[in-house]
């Protein structure tokens, strides 16, 4: 696709269950990054995949959060056992390398 | 640790009334310095990136200059639709788990009445 592409755009799921929020990006990008943006807030990174090295996870905010990126490609943030202060817009970029990131749309997820 | 801190927090103008977003970073080594715009409701558009201290890029009404310690974004004669929220956020030279990783201010939201 032409840009970073998230789904769903808006997720409404009870406290205590499991989510999965995923991220296609841009074609040929090398580079992925998850980030959490709270009401008014500024952007919290999460995680950030490049290439085939290890994962930066040091922004994940508890054992409950994990991400996986299949084939260099698609990645799918998990949130177990959701709780209401996770409650937020999670945002997905790409980048080539160490370029410019591209954001895409954001899922807002709502924990009732 | 990256510490990334914009001001104001907010900025209202009236439309033609020129003004500068201030963005003061403290990080061990700077590899570049990205500006965003975010509209509500969607992720952030990238606008500039500044690897240097004297560099400056301009779009449009946007301009934005780098220093050593902080990056301003002036706006001449701005529009109503130039209201948002603009985000900077630094990069970290070198290699390493980092590599790569963006770490963003508050953000300063402004608001431009005609």
């Known amino acids: 696709g032409a840009g970073v592409s998230q789904s769903p755009s808006n997720k409404v799921t009870e406290k205590g269950k499991d989510v999965e929020l995923r991220c296609d990006p841009i074609s040929g990008h090398t580079a992925l990054y998850w980030y959490r943006q709270s009401l008014g807030q500024g952007l919290e990174f999460l995680i950030y995949f490049q290439g085939n090295s290890a994962p930066d996870k040091s922004g994940l905010p508890s054992d409950r959060f994990s991400a996986e990126r299949t084939g260099g490609s698609v990645s799918t943030l998990t949130i177990q056992r959701t709780q209401q202060e996770d409650s937020a817009v999670y945002l997905c970029a790409s980048s080539l390398g160490r370029s410019e990131a591209f954001f895409g749309q954001g899922t807002r997820l709502t924990v009732v | ?114």
Request: glycine share 10%; charged share 25%; aromatic share 10%.
């Open chain 2, 1 to 114: 640790e990256d510490q990334v801190t914009q001001s104001p927090e907010a900025l209202r103008l009236q439309e033609g009334e020129s003004s500068s977003l201030n963005c003061s970073y403290t990080v061990s080594g700077l590899r570049g310095l990205f500006w965003y715009r975010q509209d509500p409701g969607k992720g952030p558009e990238f606008l500039f990136t500044l690897y240097s201290a004297g560099e400056e890029k301009e779009k449009e009404r946007l301009k934005a200059t780098l220093t050593k310690k902080e990056s301003f974004l002036h706006i001449t004669a701005p529009k109503p639709e130039d209201s948002a929220t603009y985000l900077c956020a630094v990069q970290r030279p070198g290699g390493g788990t980092s590599y790569g990783k963006l770490t963003f201010g508050q953000g300063t939201i402004l608001t431009v009445h005609p």
